[in-house]
């Protein structure tokens, strides 16, 4: 085995522990009663694009405070570079962090600190055919995050579906990951 | 062949694409010169943090505009999980992103918007050996990105060393890397 191959190899298993995909295809598993257990390995997931919505632009109470960093599971991901839509079985997650710091050696601005939250959004019209889109979206709170979801429904105005209604393209907000937009066939 | 077995086969196969390493185990490659030829698939390296410094809260003049997407190689992730520290060959990219909005459906904050600007930073205390901690500093310019890089020098107190300098561990800003952080050993 040369060089190239064991890294090859050591990047392969990698990502294989830190993104398994189960027996169905799937990269997500739910319960018997549509729970989704939290994501394993969404960190080294596909990062599609961060925002920031500090608490200090919005009065105090940011509904989604502070930074967001945004990942799409690697297969869904495969599937849109060939598609340009997110299949059944798309799952996204937002980890939410807080602002660290306002100042830094390349000036003024947000800079992230510690991870304070984590959601995900699943879509399955099988799954989920009551939900717009087939869109589900879940909570796993504030580290330790949870085993298994908390369900945040999906489908009404003050919750996340209220909002991804609005997003560019199938509930999600295309429009501000470059990262999808530049991989669009 | 199961569907688990193609899918994880897939997502090698991916990975290997996207992230070629070299036959001497590198993840990047040099000319005759030492200059850096542009990473390829950085954008499914390892993301490590985002952070933004925005023209408008610099006076209209940021040092380096807007969002910052970091990445590091997959080769030195794994190293820095196993030793807290950053190999010889690590390599980290910074992507630059216009702000494309600054408001949302969550509120007030800062949206990304466009691919604005490509730099490198790479360690190597054997081919650098005249830089502080041997980290040499290259840029892409703004898309269409180069093929090579010009050098940024990385020894002077105004281009990337100077800032460097001054990040909290090995000239890199571990501080804002909650990803980093979390999986130091």
């Known amino acids: 085995m040369t060089y190239k191959q064991y890294y090859v190899f050591l990047i392969a298993l990698t990502v294989f522990l ?10 997500v598993r739910f319960d018997a009663e549509n729970k989704l257990y939290r994501p394993e390995g969404w960190r080294q997931w596909v990062f599609i694009g961060a925002q920031v919505t500090p608490n200090d632009m919005n009065g105090g109470q940011a509904y989604l405070p502070e930074f967001h960093y945004v990942y799409i599971d690697p297969v869904s991901f495969e599937q849109w570079k060939k598609t340009g839509a997110f299949r059944n079985g798309a799952t ?15 000036g003024n601005g947000y800079f992230p600190g510690e991870f304070i939250g984590l959601e ?6 099988n799954r ?27 489908d009404g105005e003050l919750d996340c579906g209220g909002c991804h209604a609005r997003g560019a393209e199938d509930w999600v907000f295309t429009e501000y990951y470059a990262i999808l937009n530049e991989e669009r066939p």
Chains 1, 2 share one sequence.
């Open 128 to 154: 989920f055919p009551d939900n717009p889109g087939g869109w589900a979206f879940f909570s796993y709170g504030k580290p330790p995050y949870g085993e298994i979801s908390a369900d945040l429904k999906g």
């Open 92 to 106: 996204f997650v937002k980890e939410l962090l807080s602002v660290g710091s306002k100042e830094g050696m390349t």
């Open 18 to 27: 830190a993104s398994p995909v189960f027996a169905n295809g799937e990269t």
């Open 120 to 125: 995900v959004s699943h879509k399955d019209t």
